[in-house]
């Protein structure tokens, strides 16, 4: 009997400690169904939020009572209005809501928001509202002359939008059609040769135009939209949200100008200085490039790189001291742009500060200058612009060829024009010749080869070098001046056969390439040879 009974309070407490953790689960579940608030929306109206549970009630529940009871509501209730009364539910103030003596819900003291400064009666004043207007909604449903009229309204604002549509189209294609002849007309005579600005302002033009019709356009189907839904008690409250938002939007725009004006003008003060900066400065660099003045430690082959450099830091230095004073500066976002931004420059622009930094060596060496005859590695030509970033040169053959400056650097540059500033580009060609021609005599004849050839110039006269005295031969350059740089291979062209020419003439050989042994005869091309077909007689 005893053991039985033990048998028994021990299947108890097994079963009851089994219960407990379920039945505590299930109580903290109710808890916090209990404490998420649920609002009631009636006719697209908000009505009230519930915070609180009514007994067993959650918030959720609640909602879905009143929901329950609103869809029971007939037609002849609906045309009463909505009343409250004050009552007391659980020991605290409350009060009940209902329309044709049936209650619709009840809105308790817990309901209320203290932190946002709700007060009972407030709450369901409001709420009484809301309620009517939804009243009134359902009723227009059933309204079919007033249905039937604000339909034929709401219509009416949407043709008009279309019409208003389809004119603004025809008007645009009008507008464009005159502004591009317009523009054609009046920019086409200022434009300079080579340069079609017409058709880039067109471009322009025509995207700005598109922007401000795809603009209006939107801002015609929002008002359509607005007028349209705003026939409907049902639908008010979307037209209402509408209409509130464009002005919400159109009042904080007005506002976040205004309040954007005092830092603006600020900016627009540093900028105008920076503006003045670099314009006096310019001027002051224009002059120096022109050699009208002369600044100390500034040449005038480095006055045009010292005005861009020095234009792009006080631009900087403006940008800097006028940031904090650019509307939505202190924002985040304006902040992640800008640190996004400031990464992008530092990861790609390594390679081109290693440019600039060797353009800039360049430049302030002053180993070339524009219209310079230069050899760069196997490039020869003249220069016709040195930057920044890379130096362009041009070929006798009318090739344009861009070296970066780094190569430039890093390698040998051979200037023909440097030294020879207002005696023309110098150019040279070398023969070598046997011991048993006279030097005497050899020099005369490329001299005389320099005389006949057109393009070298007298004066400074053409002069002989002795290079070396090789183990079979003498070698012999012939050096003059030539005013054109570009015309240097035609010219050569016209020495180098002139010097065939004469070495033939007094039967001298020109030992290129090297003999091992001297011929018996002179290696040399008879006169009557000399046009021998299909050559002819210059």
């Known amino acids: 009997m005893i053991r039985d009974l033990r048998r028994t309070l021990l299947a108890g407490l097994l079963a009851l400690a089994a219960a407990s953790p379920a039945a505590a689960q299930s109580a903290k579940d109710a808890k916090e169904a209990a404490a998420v608030p649920a609002e ?52 605290q103030p409350a009060y009940a809501i209902e329309i044709n003596g049936k209650p619709l819900l009840a809105i308790v003291q817990d309901d209320v928001d203290p932190a946002a400064g709700e007060r009972l009666d407030d709450v369901v004043q409001r709420a009484v509202t809301q309620l009517n207007a939804a009243r009134e909604a359902y009723l227009e449903l059933h309204r079919g002359t007033f249905v039937a009229e604000q339909t034929g309204l709401a219509t009416g604002a949407i043709l008009a939008f279309v019409l208003a549509w389809y004119l603004l189209a025809r008007v645009r294609a009008g507008i464009r059609e005159r502004a591009s002849a317009a523009i054609t007309r009046r920019v086409g005579r200022v434009s300079p040769k080579g340069l079609d600005l017409a058709n880039f302002a067109i471009g322009i033009t025509q995207r700005a135009l598109a922007a401000l019709y795809y603009a209006v356009v939107a801002f015609g189907a929002y008002v359509a939209l607005t007028i349209a839904l705003n026939r409907f008690a049902y639908t008010r409250p979307w037209g209402s949200r509408l209409k509130g938002w464009l ?7 007005l506002n976040g100008i205004i309040a954007a004006l005092p830092g603006l003008f ?41 005005r861009s450099i020095a234009t792009i830091l006080v631009w900087l230095f403006a940008l800097t001291v006028a940031f904090p004073y650019l509307p939505g ?21 390594s390679g081109i500060v290693g440019q600039w930094m060797a353009g800039i060596t360049l430049i302030y060496s002053r180993a070339m200058r524009e219209g310079d005859l230069v050899k760069v590695g196997d490039n020869e030509g003249v220069v016709i612009n040195v930057g920044l970033l890379s130096t362009k040169i041009r070929t006798a053959t009318f090739e344009e060829i861009t070296i970066p400056n ?93 010097v065939q020419d004469l070495f033939n003439e007094h039967g001298v050989q020109i030992l290129s390439p090297h003999y091992m042994t001297q011929p018996p005869e002179a290696v040399v091309v008879d006169k009557r040879n000399w046009y021998a077909p299909p050559a002819k007689p210059d």
């Open 247 to 253: 002005l919400d939007f159109l009042l904080e725009l």
């Open 406 to 498: 780094s190569s430039l650097i890093s390698g040998s540059i051979r200037n023909f024009t440097r030294l020879n500033k207002g005696s023309g580009s110098r150019v040279s060609t070398t023969v070598t010749i046997g011991y048993d021609a006279p030097w005497r005599q050899v020099h005369a004849m490329l001299l005389e080869a320099a005389a006949r050839t057109q393009g070298l110039r007298t004066e400074p006269p053409p002069f002989v070098l002795q290079r070396a005295l090789s183990d079979f031969y003498v070698e012999y350059e012939l050096v003059g001046r030539i005013d054109e740089p570009l015309e240097r291979p035609y010219i050569m062209t016209r020495l180098h056969g002139n």
């Open 40 to 91: 009631l929306d009636l006719a697209n109206r908000p009505i009230v939020t519930f915070r609180a549970g009514v007994g067993a009630i959650t918030p959720s529940a609640r909602v879905a009572a009143v929901k329950s009871r609103a869809s029971a509501l007939e037609k002849s209730d609906l045309e009463q209005p909505v009343v409250s009364k004050a009552a007391s539910i659980g020991g």
């Open 329 to 349: 500066s202190d924002s985040e976002v304006f902040k992640g742009v800008s640190l996004f931004a400031g990464l992008m420059v530092t990861l790609g622009s």
């Open 266 to 306: 600020a900016a627009c003060v540093i900028f105008l200085l920076a503006w003045l900066v670099v314009r006096g400065m310019n001027a002051v660099l224009a002059r120096v490039e022109r050699g009208e003045i002369d600044l100390p430690g500034l040449h005038s082959d480095t006055a045009s790189a010292t």
